[in-house]
C-alpha cells in the first residue's frame, strides 16, 4: 500500500470502529483512534502474516496489549481478511467469535488474551524467546497504553527483555496521556517515559503516532537493531479525526448514536 | 524416620523428561537455588530463563512460550506463584489452555516452618482448585514428587504440583505406583473410618491409622495425591463403606482437599467428615513437627478426628 492507500485504511477502520460500537452498542471507541495508524501500519504494510493460515509458526506475532482497543485490530484484522466483516456486528454477542478483548482460541489469528493491562511486554517476551529458541526469524510487535504502564510487571518484563537481548521484540507505546480516569500526567505520570525505556536499556525512538511513514521507518530502524529489545514512543491523540472524540475522555467507553456515526462519516471522508 | 527432597525429585524427573522432549524449558523467577535446579542449568544451559525475582512477568514469559509450542515449567514459591501471580495464572494460562507447569515450593506450614507465615503458603490448593482448566497435584513425597513432576509433563495443559521445604518424611516404598487423577489405598484395616490425607502430612495420617488399630477402631487410609481432578468415584466407593471419614492436609480447611471431598460427598454420599488442616487461622514460625503438632496436626488429632468422625451424635 502506498503511504496516501495507508491513511485512508486507517481512516476507514476508524469508521468501522463506529460503525460496530454503534451497532453492538457497547465498546472503548476512543481508545481505538489512537492507535489507527499504527494497526494499519502493522497489518497492511510491516506484518509477515497469512491470514489464511493464522497460526503459521513463521508469522510475525502481534499482542494488543491495551486489550480495550481491540474494535480496529478486529476491523484491520476482517479487512485482511481473517475472518468476515459480518463478524463485527456480532462483536461481544454469544453468537460472534469477537470477545470484548483478544481471545487466542475463539478469534483466528489473535496471538494472545490481552485486555488485562501490563500483561503485554511479557507475552511478547516469551513468544519472542520461543521464537529464537526455535530458530524462527521472526518479529513480535506489542502496542501498549501508556496508561498501563503504571503496571509493575511491565517494567518487571522490561529488565528481562534487555536482559535476554530480545531484539525481535518491539513495543509500540499509544502514548495519548489518557487513561480510564482521566490525564495519564495527573493519576501517576509515566513521564518522561522515554528516559525510563532508555534507562532498562531498550532502544528507544520518539514519532508521531499518526505518521504512517514515521511508523515504518521507525519499525524499520527497531528491526536492525538486534542486540536490544525497542521502544517505539507514538505519541498520539485519543479519538483521532473524529472531533467531538478527540482528546475528550468521555469517550473512551461510550456508544455513539446515529447522529455521531453520521458525523464521523463525513469528518472520515466519507466511506471511503 | 527419613526425610528426602521432594524439590530435587522433581527436578532430576525434570531432567529426564527434557533429555526426551526438547520443548521443556524452566522459567525462574529467581529460584534456581532453591528449587535446587542447577543440574538442570548445566545440562541444558539454553533451556533455564532467569527473569529475575519478578513472579508476574515469569508466568507471562511462560505463558508466551507455550504460545509458541514450547513446554515451560514455572518454579517459585507456592504462595509467590499462586498469589502474587495469580491472575497471570488465571488469565494468560488457565483461560487458553495454555500447556505451562506450575511448581510450588514450600506447600503447607510444613514447607515454610521456621520462615514464618510470609513463606509457609496454606491457600495455594484452594487458589488454583477455583481456576477452570488447572490440575493440582499435592504428593506425599520424594518418591512421588518425581513421579507426579514425570505424570504432570507428560499431560498437556496447566497444572500445578506442590512440594515442599526439601525435608520430607520418606513413606512410600519406590516402587509405590503414582496415577494422575487417582486416589489409591495405601491400608486397609476395615470399613470403620476412613482418613483421607494429602502431602507430606502423610507420615501422620499412617501413624494414626495404626494406633486407631490398637484402639480397636480398623480404617482405612486413601491417598488423595490428586487434588484436582478430584478421584470422584473413589471418593464416593470409600465413603459408602466407612459412611464416615476424616480428611487431613497442610492447607487451611477451606478451599483445599478436604473441601473437595465433602463437595463429592454431599451431592453423592453424605456423611459425616471431619476436615483437619489449619483452622482459617495464620500460624507463626516453629519447627516443622512442633508447628503442625500445635496447629491441629498432630497424629492424636488424626485419631480424635476420626473418633468424632465415627460419633454420629457430634454436636456443633
Known amino acids: ?272 | 524416620m527419613t526425610v528426602k527432597s521432594t524439590r530435587e525429585a522433581a527436578i532430576r524427573a525434570l531432567i529426564e523428561m527434557a533429555e526426551q522432549d526438547e520443548r521443556i524449558v524452566i522459567v525462574s523467577p529467581d529460584s534456581l537455588l532453591a528449587s535446587r535446579a542447577v543440574p538442570f542449568l548445566e545440562r541444558f544451559p539454553h533451556r533455564f530463563i532467569e527473569v529475575g525475582i519478578a513472579e508476574q512477568n515469569a508466568v507471562l514469559v511462560a505463558a508466551g512460550l507455550a504460545t509458541t509450542g514450547m513446554k515451560p515449567v514455572v518454579i517459585s514459591y507456592a504462595g509467590f506463584l499462586t498469589m502474587r501471580a495469580c491472575e497471570q495464572i488465571r488469565t494468560f494460562v488457565a483461560y487458553p489452555g495454555l500447556d505451562v507447569k506450575f511448581i510450588g515450593l514450600n506447600g503447607g506450614m510444613l514447607g515454610g516452618e521456621r520462615e514464618g507465615v510470609t513463606h509457609q503458603f496454606y491457600e495455594d490448593v484452594g487458589i488454583l482448585r477455583s481456576m477452570p482448566g488447572v490440575s493440582v497435584i499435592t504428593p506425599a513425597d520424594a518418591g512421588q514428587a518425581y513421579k507426579a513432576a514425570k505424570a504432570m509433563l507428560l499431560r498437556t495443559g496447566p497444572c500445578y504440583l506442590r512440594l515442599g521445604s526439601g525435608r520430607e518424611p520418606e513413606v512410600f516404598p519406590d516402587d509405590t505406583p503414582f496415577e494422575f487423577g487417582k486416589i489409591r489405598i495405601v491400608k486397609h484395616y476395615g470399613d470403620n473410618v476412613a482418613i483421607f490425607a494429602s502431602g507430606f502430612i502423610m507420615n501422620r495420617a499412617v501413624t494414626a491409622l495404626d494406633q486407631l488399630k490398637q484402639e480397636g477402631i480398623n480404617g482405612l487410609l486413601a491417598d488423595v495425591s490428586t487434588v484436582k481432578p478430584i478421584d470422584e468415584k473413589s471418593v464416593v466407593e470409600i465413603l459408602q463403606r466407612t459412611n464416615c471419614a476424616v480428611a487431613v492436609e497442610d492447607h487451611n480447611i477451606y478451599g483445599g482437599m478436604s473441601s473437595a471431598i465433602c463437595e463429592v460427598s454431599a451431592l453423592y454420599h453424605p456423611c459425616r467428615i471431619i476436615r483437619l488442616g489449619l483452622n482459617d487461622i495464620y500460624p507463626r514460625s516453629g519447627h516443622a513437627d512442633d508447628l503442625l503438632d500445635a496447629y491441629g496436626l498432630s497424629v492424636q488429632s488424626i485419631v480424635d478426628g476420626a473418633k468424632k468422625a465415627m460419633n454420629s451424635q457430634t454436636a456443633v
Open chain 1, 1 to 272: 500500500m502506498t503511504t496516501n492507500e495507508l491513511k485512508k485504511m486507517a481512516d476507514r477502520l476508524r469508521l468501522d470502529v463506529v460503525e460496530t460500537i454503534h451497532y453492538v452498542k457497547d465498546g472503548h471507541p476512543g481508545p481505538c483512534m489512537s492507535i489507527a495508524e499504527i494497526i494499519t501500519v502493522l497489518y497492511f504494510s510491516e506484518m509477515n502474516i497469512r491470514p489464511e493460515e493464522p497460526r503459521w509458526p513463521l508469522r510475525d506475532r502481534i499482542i494488543l496489549s491495551k486489550g480495550h482497543a481491540c474494535p480496529i485490530q478486529y476491523a484491520a484484522m476482517a479487512r485482511r481478511g481473517y475472518f468476515d466483516m459480518d463478524e463485527l456486528k456480532k462483536l461481544r454477542t454469544l453468537e460472534g467469535i469477537l470477545q470484548g478483548h483478544p481471545d487466542m482460541n475463539k478469534t483466528p489469528g489473535i496471538d494472545s488474551v490481552s485486555g488485562s493491562l501490563g500483561n503485554g511486554v511479557g507475552i511478547g517476551l516469551g513468544i519472542a524467546l520461543g521464537c529464537r529458541m526455535q530458530g524462527i526469524d521472526n518479529y513480535v510487535y506489542v502496542i501498549v497504553g501508556d496508561g498501563e504502564q503504571q503496571e509493575g510487571v511491565v517494567w518487571e518484563a522490561a529488565m528481562a527483555a534487555a536482559k535476554h537481548k530480545a531484539g525481535n521484540l518491539i513495543v509500540l507505546a499509544d502514548c495519548n496521556n489518557n487513561q480510564s480516569g482521566g490525564k495519564v500526567t495527573e493519576l501517576s505520570s509515566l513521564y518522561p517515559a522515554y528516559e525510563k525505556w532508555n534507562s532498562f536499556q531498550w532502544h528507544v525512538q520518539i514519532i508521531d503516532g499518526h505518521d504512517v511513514e514515521a511508523i515504518k521507518n521507525a519499525i524499520a530502524n527497531a528491526r536492525a537493531v538486534k542486540d536490544r529489545p525497542s521502544y517505539i514512543e507514538c505519541r498520539t491523540v485519543k479519538g483521532k479525526n473524529i472531533p467531538y472524540m478527540e482528546n475528550n475522555n468521555a469517550w473512551h467507553k461510550r456508544v455513539p448514536t446515529a447522529e455521531e456515526v453520521e458525523i464521523a462519516r463525513k469528518s472520515l471522508g466519507g466511506a471511503i
